[in-house]
Structures are given as structure tokens and as C-alpha cells.
Nanobody, 125 residues
Framework: QVQLVESGGGLVQAGGSLRLSCAAS????????MGWFRQAPGKEREFVAA????????YYRDSVKGRFTISRDNAKNMVYLQMNSLKPEDAAVYYC??????????????????WGQGTQVTVSS
């Protein structure tokens, strides 16, 4: 099992940047695929980005491609989401998630059994 703690959320103006961090503890972190998801009030949780256990494969939802970058540091048990050119529609609670099935990189919440508590991102227009 792995425990996840997100940080780095906050209030930013449209066009600004934030870097979210996810600290993992527990079992062997480098075996896990990792994902970032977000959930806005009244909406379903949606996929944002994901990265394979090695960092060699990354995936993004279309609306964040070219603006967000997911990365990981297996030596530090960390996953990051660099968010640039933020838009008001990016505002949500952002969640880090882990999947111990290293053979896949899930793009849906149902493929991730482990979740952090979330960090709020607010974007003012």
C-alpha cells in the first residue's frame, strides 16, 4: 500500500503558474504508475495527466496539453504537476493517485486504488 500527500495548490491569476507536488510513502514507489485528477464543484472527477513507473510515458487530457507537465523523481518518491498558463476552467481540487499495476498507465479514476486528500487550485480571471 502507498500513502499520498499533495501540496502546492493555491490561488493564482489567469495566465499564472503553479507546481503541485505529491509525496508518496509506503511500498516501492517506483513500481507504481501515477496520475493527477481534478474535480470541480458539481462535476465528476476527471483525468488530467498520468506517468508510467519509469517516467518514459506520459499522457494528458487534451485541454492541458502544452500547458501542464507531469514528472516524477523515483529517488525522492515524488510526482509533480507543473501547470502553466492557468485558466479559470482549471480551477478544481487536484488529486494525486497511484496504481500498482506497472503494466498500464490508467486514464480513468477507476484504475487507481490509492488517492491523496487533494489540494485546491483556484484561478481568478
Amino acid at each position: 500500500q502507498v500513502q499520498l500527500v499533495e501540496s502546492g495548490g493555491g490561488l493564482v491569476q489567469a495566465g499564472g503558474s503553479l507546481r503541485l507536488s505529491c509525496a508518496a510513502s509506503g511500498r516501492t514507489f517506483s513500481n507504481y504508475a501515477m496520475g493527477w485528477f481534478r474535480q470541480a464543484p458539481g462535476k465528476e472527477r476527471e483525468f488530467v495527466a498520468a506517468i508510467s513507473w519509469s517516467g518514459g510515458r506520459t499522457y494528458y487530457r487534451d485541454s492541458v496539453k502544452g500547458r501542464f507537465t507531469i514528472s516524477r523523481d523515483n529517488a525522492k518518491n515524488m510526482v509533480y504537476l507543473q501547470m502553466n498558463s492557468l485558466k479559470p476552467e482549471d480551477a478544481a481540487v487536484y488529486y494525486c493517485a497511484a496504481d500498482e499495476n506497472a503494466q498500464r498507465v490508467g486514464l480513468t479514476p477507476y484504475e487507481y486504488p490509492y488517492w491523496g486528500q487533494g489540494t485546491q487550485v483556484t484561478v481568478s480571471s
